[in-house]
Every structure is written in structure tokens, then in C-alpha cells.
């Protein structure tokens, strides 16, 4: 099935450890993107990748790193240095423009929890 | 810089009932704007979508308009089930490679 796959589900982090969420996709969409969901509140923007080997920063990518070394695939580390990890991870995907490249498509999401 | 402003929530509503979440925006282009839902746990699915002003985006019985005079795309059903209890989020993108998302409205449909 074509799809936006994040794993793992759910994923617990130690103070002082940093975590990798995956996220792939196999809809040749050229772009892609991570948000960051608290309870009770909107999206924000952590970082997005048009293309491969280049990504931007988003609203909120301090304590955060993505590489996009692979069309399908645009992982997101959380660092030590996130002091306050706690919520629901978003990725998505865009199809290139002029193929409903002005539509933005979710995986089911991560949530991590700092024990 | 753009943004959506969507009504706040909770809202509850018994069974039937008509259902209206208010949606405005900002934009310095000509973005498409969307409705996506989120059901417990799970990401946003796209519920509709409208690409140029005055289209009708609609989908299993919700529908929006896309209104450049008033700057809004108000989401509404006829007669909503306890199966729609959900969060809406109203969207507009993509401008500068981005998306600018409203902040959900709780809806919790009451049999």
C-alpha cells in the first residue's frame, strides 16, 4: 500500500538520550515535513525538506535534527538538548507541484514520552 | 504572514444536529485552504479541500466554501453522527513550501 509510515508508535526517551523517529514514504513526493503536536493544541512546524540533501528549520527546530539523504526518507532526531520532548510527531508529504502538489498528506504519528 | 484563525472549541452536539466550525484566514497569495480531521492517536486525514475562490470542497456530507470576500472557509454538515466526533483542523498551504494550520476544534457528537 502506498502510505506515509512513522515508527515507532510509541517511544520512550531518558533524560540525556537522544531518539530517532523514522518516517518513510512511498509516494514519490518530493517534499517533506515534520511537526510537533501538544495536547489540546495546533501543529508546529519543526523542520521540512524539499528536496534531497537540503531541509529548512521551522518554527520550533531547536534541540532537533533531520537529514533527507533518500527521496523516501526524512528522519527526525531528538536531541538531549530538547528540554521538553513530551508530545505527538507528525510527518508528511507533499506530491511535487502540478501533480496535487498543493495538498499535504499525514503518516498516523510518534508519540514520544521523556521517562 | 499567514495564518488561520478557527473557532474555538469544545463543541458538543447531540446526534443529527447541524454542525458549523467557523474558519478564517490570512494570506498574502492565493493559497488552497482544507479541512483535515483527527481522530484519537492518529494523524490528520484530509477531509476536503478547496483550490481557488468561491469552489465547494465536500466530502462525506461536509462541505466548505472558499470565500476571498470574507476571508473564510467555514466547515459545515447537515446532520453530523457520533462516527464524526473528532478534532477538525482547518489548514491553508501551501505558501513559501509551508502549511499554516489552525489550532483544532473538539467536536463530541452525543447519541
Known amino acids: 500500500d502506498g502510505g506515509i509510515t512513522q515508527s515507532p508508535k510509541y517511544l520512550f526517551r531518558k533524560e540525556g538520550q537522544n531518539v530517532t523517529l523514522s518516517c518513510e514514504q512511498n509516494l514519490n513526493h518530493d517534499a517533506m515535513y515534520w511537526y510537533r503536536q501538544d495536547p489540546g493544541q495546533g501543529l508546529r512546524l519543526i523542520y521540512y525538506s524539499q528536496i534531497v540533501n537540503d531541509f529548512q528549520k521551522g518554527d520550533i527546530a531547536e534541540g532537533y535534527s533531520v537529514s533527507r539523504e533518500k527521496k523516501e526518507s526524512f528522519p527526525l532526531t531528538v536531541t538531549s538538548a530538547q528540554k521538553n520532548p513530551t508530545a505527538f510527531y507528525l510527518c508528511?508529504?507533499?506530491?511535487?507541484?502540478?501533480?496535487?502538489?498543493?495538498?499535504?498528506?499525514f503518516g498516523e504519528g510518534s508519540w514520544l514520552t521523556v521517562v | 504572514g499567514d495564518s488561520v484563525t478557527q473557532m474555538e472549541g469544545p463543541v458538543t452536539l447531540s446526534e443529527e444536529a447541524f454542525l458549523t466550525i467557523n474558519c478564517t484566514y490570512t494570506a498574502t497569495g492565493y493559497p488552497s485552504l482544507f479541512w483535515y480531521v483527527q481522530y484519537p492517536g492518529e494523524g490528520l486525514q484530509l477531509l476536503l479541500k478547496a483550490t481557488k475562490a468561491d469552489d465547494k470542497g465536500s466530502n462525506k456530507g461536509f462541505e466548505a466554501t472558499y470565500r476571498k470576500e470574507t476571508t473564510s472557509f467555514h466547515l459545515e454538515k447537515g446532520s453530523v453522527q457520533v462516527s464524526d466526533s473528532a478534532v477538525y483542523f482547518c489548514a491553508l498551504g501551501p505558501t513559501g513550501n509551508q502549511f499554516y494550520f489552525g489550532t483544532g476544534t473538539s467536536l463530541t457528537v452525543i447519541p
Open positions: 508528511a508529504s507533499r506530491p511535487p507541484l502540478g501533480h496535487s502538489g498543493n495538498t499535504i498528506y
